[in-house]
């Protein structure tokens, strides 16, 4: 795959194609390597795998912004966190700020097991970038930089009061 600013007709639509596809190739990535860390008792779906991240960054976050962030209904994050709390991956506590809301955090043996996911993600990325050269790695480091400053910027405005419209 070639580098945009490489490629004739590098368009803003081109650039999404290949940024989605190389998504496409994570998440596939980001499965095997789920499943191959996965015990009989290991979350058993990519969304309880994505609340477990999310809980991971913030240790303590409340219930609400959990639903929030993964724009899921309450129902099915308390269904995930049951299941994640029956396997000893998760503990729900009453928030520190507020005795009606939750907070939840993840035990050890659910760092643990983000610990061999990420590892065994970490792995392959790692091979794969190795065979790039210099110049190609630093063209993904600034690529993925920029990329990474504009999703947080549209994620904070996303979060302002009155960002969403209920109708």
């Not at 991956?89 to 035990?107: G, Q, V």
């Not at 190609?136 to 994620?155: F, I, T, V, W, Y």
Request: proline share 5%; hydrophobic share 35%.
């Amino acid at each position: 795959m070639s580098a945009p600013d490489d490629a004739p007709g590098g368009t803003v639509h081109e650039v999404t194609q290949s940024a989605g596809s190389i998504t496409e190739l994570l998440d596939v990535m980001w499965e095997h390597a789920r499943n191959a860390t996965a015990d009989a008792t290991g979350p058993s779906s990519a969304s309880q795998l994505r609340l477990m991240y999310v809980v991971d960054r913030q240790d303590g976050i409340r219930m609400r912004t959990v639903c929030h962030l993964l724009a899921a209904a309450p129902p099915t994050v308390t269904r995930m966190c049951d299941r994640l709390q029956a396997i000893g991956y998760l503990e729900r506590m009453p928030s520190p700020d507020s005795r009606r809301e939750i907070a939840l955090r993840l035990t050890g043996a659910g760092k643990r097991h983000l610990q061999r996911i990420r590892e065994q993600r970490d792995s392959v990325l790692h091979e794969a970038i190795d065979k790039m050269t210099s110049t190609e790695r630093r063209a993904l480091a600034r690529g993925l930089a920029g990329l990474s400053a504009q999703l947080g910027a549209a994620g904070e405005e996303d979060s302002r009061p009155g960002a969403h419209s209920v109708a």
